[in-house]
């Protein structure tokens, strides 16, 4: 999904968080967003998946503002994930259980997407229980069993280890190419962000964003 | 304690053998303060997760009010039910004051804040969270309102159970609005009051056992049913 900023504004209070002049993001591109803490990158993700409201501006999901149908595209993941008091598998199941898929094709794809980060295991286990780790493991594999067109990533790998970092890499990088989807990935780690994303988008202040 | 011992013994002989107007004080209790808490909820469980999860103007002067409210002493309950039941009261024309029925909505007064509180305190720290997750994953508000509510029911059970505590172990405002009539509004408590004053202390004790009996019971009961899992969390 193509998404496109123009003369976003928000405000906490009196004090400005983001005023984006213009930002476009196309379709099956990773973007990188750095910054200092409290310079609005959680925010701007949450605005775009349509969680915070914004003062001023205008964004566009491919040519449409955000409704209903859209929304259901939007996948984000935060920092500290909720998970459900259910299985792990019932966690992951649970965005495909919403759409009403049938029973094999959940099993199969929370099977796939288990497998490929090393979760099987922990399967039937009580998701709210899991590690750090493991908790923003499961947000992800949630976050992406039902293909989503954008996904918005908030620090998804704060919590793991390398070799976990380079499963989830490769898991993005993937989904990216099979899907088509665009993702938004807040990480203060340069050398992932080199590594897997397309462009980096670095805020420096409310009014200023550069782009690599 | 010796006379404290004795009084045991009595309370335990006397519940053996089975006096009728025991066991219809037992059923009349059960029956009101099931009741109370049954209506209460209906009211207290929407009210506080709506107030909850929603962000609205006065919200902290709204959390100061239902705080003040989940402490209300039961006997200004009580007096107000009883001016509002009484013949020139504005509900007088019912002629509600003395019966059970004025004790349930005397309960119910009493209880649906403290239900309402519960639930408010945990819908407003995950409730958003809970319906943000379910919206970031395709979810409708229906969806929404489901997965809280599953997510949510342990607390809902706790709420319950509290304020089913509330109303079965209340004597100020039934004493009020019941009037503690025999065969008609006397209840657990206020037959412990009453045997109490007369200075029957062991058919006091004997139902005060009873009052602990029920509420170990019923604990037990929605523990095995579901506030077990609060331990797994």
Known sequence: MNIEIKGLKKTYGKRPILNIDHLSLERQKIYGITGMNGIGKTTLLKIIAGLEPYDEGLIYYNNATLNKSLMKQISYVSQSPYMFKQSVFDNIAYPLKLRKINRDTIESDVMALLNHLKLSSLKDCKANQLSAGETQKVALARALVFKPSVLLLDEPTANIDSETMMLIESLIRNCVNRDQMTVLHISHNAAQIERLCHQVIILEGADKLRIL | ?233
């Open chain 2, 1 to 233: 304690m010796e006379y404290f011992y004795n009084s045991f013994t009595e309370a335990i002989q006397l519940l053996i053998t089975g006096d009728g107007e025991v066991y219809r004080i037992v059923l009349l209790s059960l029956l009101v303060s099931f009741s109370a808490t049954f209506f209460a909820s209906l009211i207290a469980i929407p009210l506080g997760l709506l107030t909850g999860i929603k962000n609205f103007k006065f919200k902290k002067t709204y959390t100061r009010l239902l705080y003040t409210l989940m402490g209300l002493p039961p006997v200004v309950v009580g007096l107000i039910v009883a001016i509002m039941l009484s013949r020139r009261g504005l509900l007088g024309r019912f002629e509600l004051l003395y019966t059970s029925k004025a004790m349930i909505i005397a309960q119910v007064l009493l209880v649906t804040p403290i239900i309402t509180g519960i639930i408010f305190n945990h819908a407003k720290v995950y409730g958003s969270k809970i319906c943000k997750v379910c919206y970031t994953l395709g979810g409708s508000s229906y969806d929404a309102l489901w997965l809280l509510i599953r997510e949510m029911r342990v607390t809902m059970l706790i709420a319950i159970v509290t304020g089913f505590g509330r109303a079965i172990s209340e004597v100020g405002a039934v004493m009020i609005v019941g009037g503690n009539i025999k065969y008609h509004t006397r209840v657990m408590t206020t037959y412990i009051a009453m045997n109490n004053g007369m200075g029957n202390y062991a058919k006091a004790l004997a139902m005060g056992i009873v009052l602990l009996l029920i509420s170990f019971t019923v604990n037990s009961i929605l523990y095995n049913y579901g506030m077990g899992e609060q331990d797994e969390y």
